[in-house]
């Protein structure tokens, strides 16, 4: 089984504009709302893939309540964990074009120690063997950075296997209980290793890089430079295809889903990339954060090229 973590998850409210302006009144042509959070949207990735997930997130208030109902209509097993304080909204302000957007995000509530026991009570309950646990996100307010190392290292002893897909501090630490992958950026792969890194390829002629990670597999996503996948043996570079992007938010999380879906079922390195890869690309051409059919997933698959 694969398990979803959103420790912070928001609800999603999209704003269509004809042009971005700063100083002025803009007045929405649409309005969209989705119910997110990076685990959530992995979940989501993974049900229009067919594959089952279980989704956990903090869920508190009357936002809470309605993303509570959205999610359960989403194609997956969820799970609320309830907390005192209100989910946060965060707010995407995109042109009609889809050239520009700006997105605010709530901090979020603050969670307690006692909310935070229902994590590590599930992960004792759940975690063996064969499992898969995509820990993904910001952290809520007051807690411990160190957090997702902790729910990492109970995940390991009891058998089962770590995503990982956050940045700052909480990356840093986490990385210390060697998931199974992480997917950091050329800017926090560059802060791991104190060196700038500028390109994918910089990397494939310096996989020592790499090792900084402790993981089994990094993944970096770089834009127009295509996406990376190391196995510590090998790495591949795949170019996505060329598209219309609607909004990149949420593309990201798409392409987690993709690759745990891979490493989940075991596919070929390259193939594993490229899965990650279509379901980002497919994801970046949705309205909102809606995330793509299998079937726009599978053709976009069969057009990313790798070397």
């Given at each position: 089984m694969i398990y979803t973590f959103t420790l912070n998850p928001a609800l999603d409210k999209q704003l269509s504009v004809p042009e971005i302006r700063f100083n002025d009144v803009l007045i929405a042509e649409n309005i969209q709302l989705d119910f997110g959070g990076k685990g959530f949207n992995v979940s989501r990735m993974l049900a229009e893939l067919e594959e089952p997930s279980i989704a956990l997130g903090f869920l508190g208030g009357q936002t809470?309540?309605?993303m509570q109902e959205?999610?359960?209509k989403q194609g997956f097993e969820l799970l609320a964990l309830p907390i005192a304080g209100e989910t946060r909204t965060n707010i995407t302000v995109v042109s009609s074009t889809g050239e520009k957007h700006i997105k605010i995000n709530e901090k979020g509530p603050t969670v307690t120690e006692n909310e935070l026991q229902l994590v590590f009570d599930f992960i004792a309950k759940n975690a063996k063997a064969g499992t898969l646990w995509v820990l993904a996100g910001s952290l809520p307010p007051g807690l411990d950075f160190r957090v997702y190392q902790k729910m990492s290292e109970q995940i390991k002893v009891l058998g089962g296997n770590v995503v990982l897909d956050t940045s700052g501090k909480?990356?840093?630490?986490?990385?210390q209980a060697k998931p199974k992958l992480v997917k950091p950026n050329l800017f926090e792969l560059s802060q791991l290793t104190d060196r700038e890194i500028r390109t994918l390829i910089e990397i494939k002629q310096n996989p020592q890089i790499l090792a900084a990670t402790g993981a089994e597999f990094v993944a970096i996503s770089a834009g127009e430079q295509g996406a990376l996948l190391s196995n510590g043996e090998r790495i591949v570079i795949c170019q996505a295809p060329k598209i219309q992007e609607a909004n990149p938010i949420g593309a990201g999380d798409a392409m987690v889903a993709g690759?745990?879906?891979?490493?989940y079922h075991k596919l070929e390195l390259e193939e594993t990339l490229k899965l990650g890869v279509a379901c980002g690309t497919a994801a970046a051409m949705q309205s909102g954060t809606k995330m793509p059919k299998r079937e726009l997933v599978e053709e976009l698959r069969q057009q990313v090229q790798c070397f």
């Open positions: 809470g309540k309605t959205g999610l359960s909480a990356l840093e630490a986490a990385l690759l745990t879906y891979a490493l």
